[in-house]
T-cell receptor
Framework: DSGVTQTPKHLITATGQRVTLRCSPR?????VYWYQQSLDQGLQFLIQ???????AKGNILERFSAQQFPDLHSELNLSSLELGDSALYFC???????????????FGEGSWLTVV | QKEVEQDPGPLSVPEGAIVSLNCTYS??????FMWYRQYSRKGPELLMY????GNKEDGRFTAQVDKSSKYISLFIRDSQPSDSATYLC??????????????FGTGTSLTVIP
């Protein structure tokens, strides 16, 4: 158990709909990252938050948005869903850079989104 | 050029073989190097974590980093069918007092045949 919690684990929704994925980082981790992984594809970095502020953006579509709340949990909102959005969405968290706990990243088990 | 290059495989070996997985990178600022194991439809699990150049051993797993060549390796000794998974390399260049940036390889699919 990495300590990163994601909900829901699975969801099926129709095209054009909107969904929200939720992530609770490991205790004490200030950074949250969102990744998308389509079938047999590598991890695609979407967005990073650090202590409530957006820090880096990857290949995130305009239909997608995210935020990190004061309690450090994060949500990824996916709207106007298309068939091609079907994928595993991972949340990950990381300790503070330069901290004694190291500079690595821990993943949740993912939210499996199927758009029909 | 991608920041991190990893041969996607697939790689198939008999049980008990020594497996070598490799990644190359282009950014000399990378200081932290990681290997993750990902079973199908599961979250990547941290296997090994090394800082700068050198070797690190953990049971049947050995991670090597050669910063001069910008090359990292993961060796698996006495491979087992349970090692069948996708292995991802990752590296980071920390930015102090903020979050790290992480760069991942595309993963190598490994199958260990009993």
């Amino acid at each position: 158990d990495s300590g990163v919690t994601q909900t829901p684990k699975h969801l099926i929704t129709a095209t054009g709909q909107r969904v929200t994925l939720r992530c609770s980082p490991r205790s004490g981790d200030l950074s949250v990252y969102w990744y998308q992984q389509s079938l047999d594809q590598g991890l695609q970095f979407l967005i990073q938050y650090y202590n409530g502020e957006e820090r880096a953006k990857g290949n995130i579509l305009e239909r997608f948005s995210a935020q990190q709340f004061p309690d450090l949990h994060s949500e990824l909102n996916l709207s106007s869903l298309e068939l091609g959005d079907s994928a595993l969405y991972f949340c990950a968290s990381s300790p503070l850079a330069g901290s004694l706990s190291g500079n690595t990243i821990y993943f949740g088990e993912g939210s499996w989104l199927t758009v029909v | 050029q991608k920041e991190v290059e990893q041969d996607p495989g697939p790689l198939s070996v008999p049980e008990g073989a020594i497996v070598s997985l490799n990644c190359t990178y282009s950014n000399s600022a990378f200081q932290y190097f990681m290997w993750y194991r990902q079973y199908s439809r599961k979250g990547p699990e941290l296997l090994m974590y090394t800082y700068s150049s050198g070797n690190k051993e953990d049971g049947r797993f050995t991670a090597q980093v050669d910063k001069s060549s910008k090359y990292i390796s993961l060796f698996i000794r006495d491979s087992q069918p349970s090692d069948s998974a996708t292995y991802l390399c990752a590296m980071s260049a920390p930015i102090r007092n903020t979050g790290n940036q992480f760069y991942f390889g595309t993963g190598t699919s490994l199958t260990v045949i009993p």
